[in-house]
């Protein structure tokens, strides 16, 4: 009940959170909800991709217009300057992450993406006066960048402009070409390539700002091109303690100091301090002021260096993000160092609030005159300069324009605009900022001068008091220019703004450090006070290391060639603490399961930083790294999340990390320690349950040193083996220490504190004492006390022992109970009440992992609470066995006696209103333009409707009863309601939002005209599923199948053909298409029953393969549990716009006997726009007008507009046309529900097709209505033409079965056999069924609350094979390892699927399903890659699926034999070699059945133990077949090819048997003719194609290209393969062959090629025989070769190993592996024998053993394996 309670209360708290459209943090929410910071956005990678070459030509354009002409005209040495090619290449942007957060005000939205460029962009230039080339081929960038969706309008396009820019500087680097040549021009050679990228980088980082508005007239653009500040950051540099010491002297042996100053930065705003000297704790006292744009966002980073005569070090850093200070308003804290370094920086930081009056000036004026600032003074406001432009400058000579820019001064401080290129109006668009010391006496000066000329264009001096008394400190106006022309002007904008800090001002003190002294400790107070200061609030960290996936291999052998794995482990960095976890031996997919903890506090700009490293003899490689900020885990208070790993290729860390605030009550403490011992990890120490905080104020009446001198005292505290020791007082017997200590407890009940005050000699106890040593004073504080204590607190002063006769101290200890989520999870139905009740434990799963993988916990079964009891009580047990860890678990928990308790639990239902409708929404992005925004619309739509079934539309309604009793309603339902809903949604209504104004394509983009339509010819089924059944099932009949073809919403339905499972329909349907690729064909079929239909089988095609072939006639296999095929075809139609060839479709058509319908030769579309002065039935009251437009029998309705009798329906319809010239189109008018009418319309379409472009938009009088009543409707007619032959495509041959159109016999002999083209065109499609991750639990108990696992198994089905795997028992992240082989062709809509099931005793249970589509591993050849599964909350599955081309050459047949073997998984079949197409053709001149009547003749045909049959002939002694068949072949060189012809009645007519060795010795690896059939008659022959083609696998290829091979006796040369690194991550193992595979030489007897490893994995010994070479024959005939295996010293049967007999050879291939279960020690200490046999008779006298082999293991390095040619001895000779 507690769990039900629980899960009922986390999904309200969901619920309402999504209500309320909160964002609620992932740590306040259930852990089956997540909701990621940073989100991946491959569909807008997809977008730049398709828009790059747009936005190539706009930098062209740019570049070329706008630049050129700007660089030409500032210099006189680039006059000659032309950009000569721009080319932003093929690369495109892509963007690696997306943040969305709020922004400052409800009409900002801001997005953070992280954006990387690796591009091939060439721009190459040229100045001709100097014959200078130069240019830029190829760029990277990478970095933030933030883009600004403002404003948010109340009207589409919804936001009125973009504006993007980098808060921080990105990493720029670019190849440049020529740059020494350019640099030589004149003016230019003071520039470095150096230079002009950090003035690149510089341009894009804040305060430039792009702004791309999306609505005309957007009166904030100005505001939006250069906004005003969000604030300013005054910034004290104040100090830093014990910084590390990086001066060596002497070689290192004599350690100096440092010499320290620090570098503050802020985007582009660097400034440095002044270095002190030979300093670890420096004092600056420095203040610099930042200006702030975006916050949250831009950050503060400082980086102390230690001042060298060579390379400064680093001595640590920090980063504080400006919210932070925005918050807190003044923020002064001693701030950690990170990143390697060590100590404290002291930082205050105010910030500055922009204020638009003058009441508070003066106030900020006095306030600055008290800060003693350097080395600038502090400053009173800040002034922003807009410079917008200027008109009628003077020009200098006449006729020549000048080229202006502006010289902007404040003081000392000048700010230069750009140079706009001849122009006496210039534009700028400009803006600066300036710091203001005091406003009302400094001026503002402006110098417009004439680059590069430095002439003076005029001047401007204006007093900055001027703008005191202007309204809103603001002045916009033109200014006349002094020294200029009469009519010179500049626009600006003055903008000015008081800096005023809201906070008092003194701040706020920095905080105690934890375990250390305050480095500026508060001055002593009086003796004797009566309680101490209060200790700063704490929280205790827990950190879960969970486990990591998918980290880089760094262990490699053989230089790189043989990857292995890495030896992973964790280092944790986190409030000054370092952890490091244990080592996870060659695993990438580590699981580690620690816990650490740490005390921390609230200081900002702390991380809890994760380092990963592969453990390595000498150096430790880098894995990756990645953090969360300290104050997030602070204010979520649980962050559970897998976070990806910076700085390498791939890898992710699950970590779990919870804040644990401690609480001043015992009540939960019983519950915590409880919970904590579920929680207990198998590796680690004991968790913690409180926190004590131990405040030491001083003390009093110390003892005097040596009778008379008072002593330099200090404390020293412990708990266990936890101590800290206070700072040494000067001499007093009243010491002031005022410092703080935090202790993490283990066992409250048990655990002391203990502060020292003996002697060494009084034993280790923990002492304060006197700086030389001498005992002062101890105290034991049990801490038992604390727990009786109100409060958990003791505060006062207490005697010392051991100490003088008055000796006290004084101080504050505090205990506070660490009470985590899960022990809160179960508080709320606990009633504890201390002393003798039993603790009532926490919720935790039976055997579920903490987050996702983490800590086991286990749930006490409902008798674990106490109830009665014994005379001498009860004890508390918890029992289980641990399978992850193979061990037996017992917790003693507690014992105790309890009288009764009672828990009371109320379930309340939720009242939450949810709609839920997971669709994949379509979004176009058009037209695409040549300047920004780049794109000129978007259209939004669902391109498909989801089947009814699927609930993918689920809306939960209230008050639905009452609504459907209203009259009107009453015969509606919701199901129709959400019907028409998922209806409304889906095309071809897509709205279009324009984002540039007059877009002419706007109308076609509301309404856009059909892509095309496909007609559809449905042909017929073949050998579909009987599902008629009867007797109980006992007699099988057939079905009665019809088909269901759906186009999004538009479905129809063939007619129903009875008892027949080969049915033939020929019905022809045409359907709209819009969208292509997207819109596609489902066909199902189904089995007509009286109650409820059968599914019979179900195919998709995506119209885009239509598309392409124009006509597509096939006969498609039925998916999803169906079997058999179905015959379509497919016609595309285009639309034309012209009658040139109606006539012809309409002949076409005639000949077509369709049914149910006539085929359509043109398509119309009405555009119905509106209707102006309708009539008004009566006076006053407008109608409510729809309209209905027919064309023959098909009406279509426009919606009803309410009370108007000027209509707006801006609606469209489409109809189907068979005779334009001889159909109208009839239009009604009328006012709904009444039905009266208001006018029509009759219109011949004839009339259509004398208008340019079949179009005619104009307004239509209305017959029957008013005067001047119109009806404004746009017609548009086009012709529907079959671009391609009239008979189409014929269907190809069915794999392994009769083709159902098979050509008709000939009576003549042809000599070859005659395929169709598409044999031998067949692929085979190897699977790899991996692993799988992640997967959910099926297996509960005790009715779900305790939850296990799942026994998964996986089931494929492609190309109408279904395969199964084997059940990986207990597992949720299961591996298979299992190869399955299928033949495919490349019929379009196939799908390569995978279920996956919990193999359960009664109904396995569903796990999830994904697909791959058969036509991408056709054309991309190999797929790796993970699959999610669909309709599962979690998991995904890893497959490699690859396709062979069979290949007509024997060449690398011994390459691929021998791959295979490497590749050959544990368990599974042999994998194949070859694929046999086989064609028959015909037979002739077959005997006559009982001396006379001519045979009804089949074939049939076997390949081992696969076959194959023929349809049966009508009676003939030549029939003909015409059949094509395809097989699989493991062996080429010892298959062969068995063929009969028979009677149908089952007597044999001859046989032919065709060896396949014969195929490899023919060119092209084929025969092609007539064969003798034996045992039939003299003349008997077949006519037949027999084609073998070699599959090579990619790891052939990959080691192809070194490899020669001879045939015959010449050794096999083998494909390198990894050494035991698995195929596609986690698939076959390989191994790779030393150099010296090659075979050369020999002894007498011949050689034995072996390979030779242990699989670590599978704990198993491997062995594979390959090939002998040049063996000795003993008699005149070859021998029949075999190698027999034996594991010594044991020479049991369980040892021995045998491969197959090859016949008649002295050079036989085996590739055959074997396998023995003993461990890596074990068979180093054996020894292996292999004999070469010959098989022979039991009387015969030859020789039976070829040759031997003995080797000792221990000799061969089994964990790197390889393959080795081994000289085979006499059987006599010794080992």
């Known amino acids: 009940m ?243 010491s990086k001066d060596r002297f002497m070689g290192g042996l004599v350690e100096g100091k440092s010499d320290p100053y620090a570098v503050l930065r802020v985007g582009t705003q660097v400034v440095t301090s002044r270095v002190i000297d030979d300093n670890l704790n420096p004092t600056w006292d420095e203040v610099y002021e930042f200006i702030v744009h975006e916050v949250p966002g831009q950050e503060l980073e400082v980086e102390l260096f230690d001042k060298d005569p060579d390379q400064d070090d680093l001595l640590g850093r920090m980063k504080l993000d400006f919210g932070e200070v925005l918050k807190a308003r003044v923020l002064e804290e001693w701030f950690p160092l990170q990143e390697g370094g060590q100590g404290r920086l002291h930082l205050r930081l105010e910030w500055l609030s922009l204020m638009s009056d003058t009441s508070r000036l003066e106030q900020v004026l006095e306030r600055n005159r008290a800060i003693a600032a350097k080395p600038d003074p502090p400053s009173a406001a800040i002034l922003v300069v807009y410079l917008d432009r200027a008109e009628e400058l003077p020009m200098k000579k006449p006729g020549k324009e000048p080229n202006p820019m502006v010289q902007v001064s404040v003081q000392d401080v000048t700010r230069e605009s750009k140079v706009v290129c001849n122009s006496s109006a210039p534009v700028w668009e400009d803006a600066f900022r300036f710091f203001l010391h005091d406003p009302a006496h400094q001026d503002l ?124 482990y964790a280092r944790l960095r986190v409030a000054g603490r370092t952890f490091r976890s244990r080592v996870v031996k060659e695993d990438l997919n580590p699981r580690w399961n620690e816990v650490y903890e740490v005390i921390v506090d609230n200081v900002p700009g702390q991380d809890v930083e994760f380092d990963l490293f592969d453990k390595d003899i000498d150096k430790d490689d880098f894995l990756g790294r990645c953090k969360v900020p300290l104050r997030r885990v602070l204010s979520e208070r649980v962050v559970d999340e897998w976070l990806p790993l910076e700085d390498v290729k791939s890898g992710r860390l699950h970590v779990r990390l919870e804040s644990l605030a401690p609480r001043p009550s015992a009540a939960l403490l019983e519950q915590v320690l409880h919970t904590n011992s579920l929680l207990q990890p198998a590796r680690g120490a004991e968790l913690s349950a409180a926190l004590l905080s131990v405040f030491v104020d001083r003390a009093a009446d110390l003892p005097l040193r040596k009778g008379s001198k008072p002593p330099a005292a200090f404390a020293s505290l412990a708990v266990r083996d936890v101590s800290f020791k206070t700072k040494t007082c000067a001499p007093t017997t009243e010491p002031v220490w005022d410092e703080g200590f935090s202790f993490l407890i283990k066992r409250p009940h048990v655990e002391s504190l203990e502060l020292q005050v003996s002697g060494p000699s009084l034993g280790p106890v923990p002492m304060v004492k006197e700086e030389g040593g001498s005992p002062l004073g101890a105290l034991s504080l049990p801490l038992p006390q604390l727990l009786a204590s109100e409060g958990l607190a003791l505060d006062g002063w207490f005697p010392l022992a051991g100490g003088g006769p008055g000796s006290q101290v004084l101080l504050r200890a505090q205990l506070g109970v660490l009470v985590s989520q899960q022990v809160e999870e179960g508080a709320s139905s606990v ?104 794109v000129g619309a978007l259209t939004m739509f669902f391109i498909r409707r989801p089947p009814p079934s699927s609930q993918t539309l689920d809306i939960n309604w209230t008050g639905m009863t009452n609504l459907l009793d209203i009259p009107g309603l009453s015969s509606m339902s919701d199901t129709m309601i959400m019907d028409a809903i998922a209806s409304y949604l889906v095309l071809p209504k897509p709205p279009p939002v324009p984002l540039v104004p007059d877009l002419h394509e706007a109308a076609q983009l509301r309404c856009p005209l059909p892509r095309g339509v496909v007609r559809v010819h449905l042909r017929g089924a073949r050998d579909l599923r009987s599902k008629d059944r009867f007797m109980g099932g006992l007699v099988e009949g057939k079905s009665d199948p019809y088909a269901v073809l759906r186009v999004g919403t538009q479905v129809v339905t063939s007619r129903v053909i009875d008892d027949n499972l080969n049915p033939t329909w020929d019905e022809v349907y045409e359907f709209i298409v819009h969208e292509v690729p997207g819109q596609e064909l489902e066909v199902e079929l189904f089995d007509k029953d009286p109650d409820q239909d059968d599914l019979l089988g179900r195919m998709k095609l995506d119209f885009g393969e239509v598309l392409k072939a124009r006509v597509l006639e096939e006969w498609f296999p039925l998916q999803e549990g169906g079997q058999g095929r179905l015959h379509l075809r497919l016609e595309w139609l285009s639309l034309m716009s012209d009658t040139s060839r109606l006539e012809q479709v309409l002949e076409r058509n005639r000949v077509i006997a369709a049914k149910p319908d006539p085929p359509s030769a043109a398509i119309l579309v009405v555009y119905l726009d509106r209707a102006e002065e309708l009539p008004m039935k009566k006076p006053g009251k407008e109608p409510n007008p729809m309209v209905q437009v027919s064309v023959q029998d098909v009406t279509r309705e426009s919606k009803v507009v309410c009370n108007s009798s000027a209509p707006v329906w801006e609606d469209a319809f489409r109809f189907f046309l068979h005779d334009p010239a ?68 014929s269907p190809p041959t069915i794999l392994g079965q009769p083709d159902p159109l098979a050509s008709t016999s000939s009576t003549q002999r042809p000599p070859h056999a005659s395929p169709n083209p598409q044999f031998g065109t067949e692929h085979m499609l190897r699977i790899h069924l991996l692993e799988a991750q992640d997967l959910i639990a099926k297996d509960n108990f005790f009715k779900g609350v305790v939850r296990g696992r799942s026994d998964p198994y996986a089931r494929l ?156 002939c009508a009676p003939t002694t030549e029939p003909v077949w015409d059949e094509g068949f395809s097989f699989l072949i493991k062996r080429p060189h010892v298959e062969s090819l068995e063929l009969q012809v028979k009677e149908e009645g089952g007597s044999p007519l001859g046989a032919l048997s065709l060896p396949l060795p014969q195929l490899l010795a023919s060119e092209g690896l084929a025969l092609d003719g007539w064969f003798p059939l034996a045992g039939g008659g003299p003349g008997s022959q077949v006519l037949l194609r027999a084609q073998l083609g070699v599959l090579v696998s990619q790891q052939v290829e990959e080691g192809a290209s070194s490899v020669s091979l001879a045939g015959g006796d010449a050794a096999p040369q083998p494909a390198e393969a990894p050494g035991e690194e698995e195929s596609g991550a986690g698939g076959l193992r390989q191994r790779l062959p030393p150099a010296d595979s090659q075979l050369e030489g020999g002894g007498p007897l011949g050689r034995l090629q072996l390979t030779l490893w242990y699989h670590r994995d599978e704990h198993k010994l491997v062995a594979i025989i390959h090939a002998c070479r040049k063996l000795k024959a003993v008699s005149k005939e070859l021998p029949d070769p075999y190698v027999s295996l034996v594991l010594l010293p044991d020479r049991s049967r369980g040892t021995k190993r045998k491969t197959t007999v090859q016949k008649k050879t002295l050079n036989p291939d085996f590739n055959e592996r074997f396998e023995w279960d003993v461990s890596l020690e074990e068979a180093s200490r054996r020894k292996l024998e292999a004999h070469v046999k010959s098989t022979v008779s039991f009387m015969s006298r030859e020789k039976e053993v070829l040759g031997k082999l003995h080797l000792d293991l221990a000799q061969v390095d089994l964990s790197e394996g390889g393959t080795h040619w081994y000289d085979l001895r006499d059987e006599r000779s010794s080992p």
């Open 2 to 244: 507690r769990a039900a309670a629980r899960l009922q209360r986390e999904e309200e708290a969901a619920v309402r959170a999504a209500a309320a459209g909160l964002g609620a943090a992932p740590g306040e929410l259930p852990a089956w909800v997540s909701f990621p910071d940073v989100e991946r956005a491959e569909w807008l990678n997809k977008i730049l991709a398709q828009a790059w070459p747009f936005f190539g030509q706009y930098m062209e354009k740019l570049l070329v217009e706008s630049i050129a002409p700007s660089i030409r005209a500032s210099s006189t040495h680039l006059q000659t300057f032309t950009f000569t090619k721009v080319d932003m290449g093929e690369k495109p942007l892509r963007v690696l992450g997306v943040r969305a957060h709020p922004g400052t005000h409800k009409q900002q939205i801001l997005l953070d993406l992280n954006i990387s460029y690796v591009g091939d962009v060439q721009i190459d230039v040229e100045v001709k006066k100097f014959f200078c080339k130069a240019g830029v081929k190829g760029m990277q960038l990478h970095g933030m960048l933030r883009i600004i969706l403002e404003p948010l309008l109340g009207d589409v396009p919804i936001v009125g402009a973009l504006t993007m820019f980098f808060i921080r500087r990105p990493t720029l680097d670019i190849n440049w070409t020529g740059m020494t040549n350019l640099l030589d021009i004149p003016g230019l050679s003071s520039m470095s390539d150096t230079m002009i990228m950090d003035a690149i980088a510089s341009y894009l980082v804040l305060p430039n700002r792009l702004l791309v508005p999306l609505v005309p007239d957007l009166h904030e653009a100005a505001q939006l091109r250069c906004p005003l500040p969000r604030g300013v950051v005054r910034v004290h540099l104040r100090g830093a303690r014990d910084l590390r």
């Open 445 to 568: 000066d402006i110098q417009v001068k004439d680059d590069p000329r430095q002439s003076s264009l005029g001047s401007l001096s204006l007093p900055l008091a001027r703008l005191l008394d202007a309204p809103g400190l603001t002045l916009a106006q033109p200014f006349q220019l002094q020294h200029s022309g009469p009519r010179s002007r500049l626009h600006m904008k003055l903008v000015l703004r008081v800096l005023f800090l809201d906070a008092p001002e003194n701040g706020v003190s920095p905080p105690t450090i934890l375990g250390q002294p305050d480095p500026w400790p508060a001055p002593a107070a009086p003796s004797g006070p009566p309680t101490p200061a209060p200790t700063p609030s704490l929280h205790m960290l827990r950190i879960h290391l969970l486990e990591a996936q998918d980290l880089i291999a760094k262990d490699n052998f053989f230089k790189g060639v043989v990857r292995g794995r890495s030896d992973p």
């Open 831 to 934: 009633s504890l009440a201390g002393g003798d009740a039993a603790p009532q434990p926490a919720e935790a799963p039976g055997e579920e992992e903490s987050g996702a993988g983490g800590l086991r916990q286990r749930l006490p079964p409902a008798d674990s609470q106490l109830e009665g009891g014994g005379p001498l009580g009860r004890l508390q047990l918890t029992l289980w066995y641990h399978r992850d860890e193979h061990k037996l678990v017992a917790i003693i928990h507690a014992c105790s006696y309890v009288g009764d308790v009672q828990i009371d639990v109320e379930v309340r239902s939720s009242s939450a209103r949810r709609v839920k409708a997971p669709w994949d929404a379509a979004i176009i992005l058009e037209p695409l333009l040549g300047d920004v925004p780049i």
């Open 1222 to 1289: 001889h159909q109208d189109l009839d239009i009604q008018v009328k006012d709904d529900p009444r039905q009266s009418s208001l006018g029509s319309l009759s219109l011949p379409l004839a009339r259509l097709l004398d208008t340019p472009g079949l179009t005619l938009a104009q307004p239509f009088q209305l017959q029957h209505s008013g005067p001047r009543s119109r009806l404004h409707m746009k017609l548009v007619l086009r012709v529907l033409f079959l671009d391609a032959p009239e008979n189409g495509v």
């Open 1357 to 1512: 089905r492609v190309a109408g094979r279904t395969f199964r795997s084997r059940v990986v028992k207990e597992d949720l992240n299961p591996r298979w390892n299992e190869v399955y082989e299928v033949i495919v062709d490349n019929v379009p809509g196939q799908d390569v699927e995978f279920d996956l099931f919990d193999k359960d005793i009664d109904k396995d249970d569903f796990l999830g399903r994904c697909k791959v589509p058969l036509r991408r591993v056709l054309s991309e050849r190999v797929v790796d890659e993970w699959l999610p599964l669909e309709d599962v909350k979690s998991g995904r599955l890893h497959v490699r699926l690859e396709s062979l081309a069979p290949r007509p050459s024997a060449a690398l047949l011994e390459q691929v034999l021998h791959t295979n073997s490497l590749l050959q998984p544990a368990r599974g079949a042999e994998l194949s070699a070859a694929l046999l197409s086989v064609f028959v053709d015909r037979a002739a001149d077959l005997p006559l059945r009982k001396g006379s009547k001519p045979p009804a003749a089949f074939a049939s045909l076997a390949v081992r133990d696969v076959s194959f049959k023929t349809k049966t």
